[in-house]
């Protein structure tokens, strides 16, 4: 049966049809992939500078909105509001 479907004309088309669809699931996993990991890169790099903010903070010089600034959006950056 399978080699009756092939050799037709219906189960070309069927095949053809079936080989533009994997093509096109393939393209987009593979871009829901690279998303992800791009997100993830953005967010480690926005971590990196803030949490490079929060260590160079100067809490010696008694500024507490600077310093506040710097610690919420530490806080936020962490997920948690």
Do not use: C
Request: no cysteine; glycine share 10%; hydrophobic share 40%.
């Amino acid at each position: 049966m399978v080699s009756w479907l092939i050799g037709s004309r219906i189960g070309r088309a069927l095949t053809a049809i079936g080989a533009a669809v994997m093509a096109f699931l393939g393209v987009y996993l593979a871009g829901v992939r690279s998303g992800k990991e791009r997100a993830k890169i953005d967010d480690l790099k926005a971590y990196k500078d803030t949490r490079k903010k929060a260590d160079e903070a100067d809490l010696s010089r008694g500024d507490v909105d600077d310093d506040f600034d710097v610690l919420r959006d530490f806080h936020q950056r962490n997920g948690r509001n």
